[in-house]
């Protein structure tokens, strides 16, 4: 199995800045991408960004230019680094990871950590 445990969310002004980080262990092979989603009060979940094995990157729209998405090998973790926050940016961030085995493509999920941006 595989364990994601996410950190850096928090309260902050507009304007302001945040990193999460998400540190998977486990069963982390056949690592395929790892990202970060997000689901605000009643809207469904939303991809934010993407970083596949090989290093591409993937953003919504929304956050393009704002948000930065990088890992850690060594330390298998993904971090979001979120600046100039919006408050439409306020919502629960969770981290995904997807492994890509011979019977198929599976998806884990962190607990999810709450980021608030006041305006």
């Known amino acids: 199995q595989v364990q994601l445990v996410e950190s850096g969310g928090g309260l902050v002004q507009a304007g302001g800045s945040l990193r999460l980080s998400c540190a998977a262990s486990?069963?982390?092979?056949?690592?395929?991408?790892m990202g970060w989603y997000r689901q605000a009060p009643g809207k469904q979940r939303e991809l934010v960004a993407t970083i596949r094995t090989g290093g591409s990157t993937n953003y919504a729209d929304s956050v393009k230019g704002r948000f930065t998405i990088s890992k850690d090998n060594a330390k298998n973790t993904v971090y979001l680094q979120m600046n100039s926050l919006k408050p439409e940016d306020t919502a629960v961030y969770y981290c995904n990871l997807n492994r890509r085995l011979y019977t198929g493509l599976y998806a884990y999920w962190g607990q999810g950590t709450q980021v608030t941006v006041s305006s």
């Open positions: 486990g069963s982390i092979f056949g690592i395929d991408a």
